[in-house]
T-cell receptor, first 109, second 111 residues
Framework: KNEVEQSPQNLTAQEGEFITINCSYSVGISALHWLQQHPGGGIVSLFMLSSGKKKHGRLIATINIQEKHSSLHITASHPRDSAVYICAALKSGNTPLVFGKGTRLSVIA | DVKVTQSSRYLVKRTGEKVFLECVQDMDHENMFWYRQDPGLGLRLIYFSYDVKMKEKGDIPEGYSVSREKKERFSLILESASTNQTSMYLC??????????FGPGTRLTVL
């Protein structure tokens, strides 16, 4: 079983819908990252969080340390949000990230 | 603006060839990473480095080696390319446990 699990694997939404992507992890972590990968390959970091909630524009990331669960929400989704969203756990200090397999999101106009 | 660059976006090589993939970052980061990404498998760590001349094996190091002679440059070497090494290769760098910055990726095809 992977240490970091994401759901759903694929998601199709209509423009304007509220979207939630889930990430569960089975190890102790010091932080959790959410990343976005557009077609063409480039990956950008969206959030790094270790507690509570962070917001950037229409994106909101939350984490519940006790439940070992994080969510990425997209409000008022738009076709340009179509991408693969990846969560990754930082176990401790200076160790490599452990990645989920990603959620492929398609937003249809 | 921070930048991680990779030597090629697309590369086609023949089985048995020696392949060099180069990654350069301009952020003075200590930590650099090489990943491969395959459909359904996600990002998998090949090798990483926390300092010059230092390297650590990741989850799938077999068939690969790395070189870090300068802080800004981290090279991935396929000693004898095989078809199962056809993949997207991504380099990343970070300063301690902070945001990871990724390069644009190299799509390698081994024929």
């Amino acid at each position: 079983k992977n240490e970091v699990e994401q759901s759903p694997q694929n998601l199709t939404a209509q423009e304007g819908e509220f979207i939630t992507i889930n990430c569960s992890y089975s190890v102790g972590i010091s932080a959790l990252h959410w990343l976005q990968q557009h077609p063409g390959g480039g990956i950008v970091s969206l959030f790094m969080l270790s507690s509570g909630k962070k917001k950037h524009g229409r994106l909101i990331a939350t984490i519940n340390i006790q439940e070992k669960h994080s969510s990425l929400h997209i409000t008022a989704s738009h076709p340009r949000d179509s991408a693969v969203y990846i969560c990754a756990a930082l176990k401790s200090g200076n160790t490599p990230l452990v990645f989920g397999k990603g959620t492929r999101l398609s937003v249809i106009a | 603006d921070v930048k991680v660059t990779q030597s090629s976006r697309y590369l086609v090589k023949r089985t048995g060839e020696k392949v060099f993939l180069e990654c350069v970052q301009d952020m003075d980061h200590e930590n650099m990473f090489w990943y491969r990404q395959d459909p359904g498998l996600g990002l998998r760590l090949i090798y990483f480095s926390y300092d010059v001349k230092m390297k650590e094996k990741g989850d799938i190091p077999e068939g690969y080696s790395v070189s870090r002679e300068k802080k800004e440059r981290f090279s991935l070497i396929l000693e004898s390319a095989s078809t199962n090494q056809t993949s997207m290769y991504l380099c990343a760098s970070t300063l301690v446990p902070d945001t990871q910055y990724f390069g644009p990726g190299t799509r390698l095809t081994v024929l």
